[in-house]
């Protein structure tokens, strides 16, 4: 691992490019982190809001924290960092994939196509129970008597919880990446993310596999920054223009 303040990510025309982010991206844009003081998860256990059991336990706990988290949201504006990544995408097409952990929707609202939203998205709702399609819904309060699926269960934020299984597709999207970039010059960019949450933080070991050149930008130090072959220390607003070459 290299600490390195003033460096150009090397990006040619055969690159490809994978960036994975994290909370820390829209910290600028307003929205508060998970871990660490301020920070969502701070005084309050994580399962309460962010599990299955935790729902079964209190649905209107969880509603009323995905209704303020998606009042946030949609008051939040993407920041340069966001803007960055999707002019990146732009130059490089197919050649690149953004893998969020983020559930705000500001990378699609940047103009990000080539996205996976690895935990969900605050902008739909499912079935706690059956099968039914998720649909797109920005209501917000959501307020007792919640919203019922026609089976009788609780509706639900259509969001990863603990203990919960990533989707499937959204999995393979990110192997299949992977699998495309060996043998290309291949960087690997994760952003505002603490390396704590799995498999998320695992993609930087999947990706050295795959020949990947590894780069983290992130304002602390991460938990797997020593995965990483290069670590720029600031806030993505600043870091990930310079780092991608373009202009906020
Ligand atoms: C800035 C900045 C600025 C600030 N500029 N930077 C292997 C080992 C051990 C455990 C497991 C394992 N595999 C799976 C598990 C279990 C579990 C897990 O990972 N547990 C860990 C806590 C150990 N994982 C799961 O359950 C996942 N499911 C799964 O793997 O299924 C199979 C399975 C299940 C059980 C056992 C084994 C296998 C699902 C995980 C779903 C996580 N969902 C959450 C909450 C829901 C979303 C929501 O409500 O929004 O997603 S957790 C929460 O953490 C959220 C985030 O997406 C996720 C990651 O957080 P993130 O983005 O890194 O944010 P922070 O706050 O942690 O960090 C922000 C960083 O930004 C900081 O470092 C700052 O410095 C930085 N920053 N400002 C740049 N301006
Ligand atoms: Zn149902």
Known sequence: MSETQDIRIPI???????????AGISAESGLATFRGTGGLWDGQPVERVASPEGFAADPELVWRFYSRRRRDAGAAEPNAAHRAVATLEARLGDRFLLVTQNVDGLHARAGSVRLVEIHGTLWRTRCSRCMRPPFADAAFPVEPPLPRCTCGAFMRPDIVWFGEMLDPATTHRVDLFMREAM??????????????VYPAASYVQLAR?????????????????????HVVAGPAGSTVPRLLGIDG
């Open 209 to 229: 596999l795959h020949g990947a050149q590894t780069w983290l930008a992130n304002l602390d130090p991460a938990e797997n920054a020593g995965a990483f072959d």
């Open 12 to 22: 040619d025309d055969r690159t490809r490019v994978l960036v994975l982010t994290g």
């Open 183 to 196: 043998g290309a010059p291949f960087i690997f960019l994760a952003v505002g993310t603490s390396g704590t």
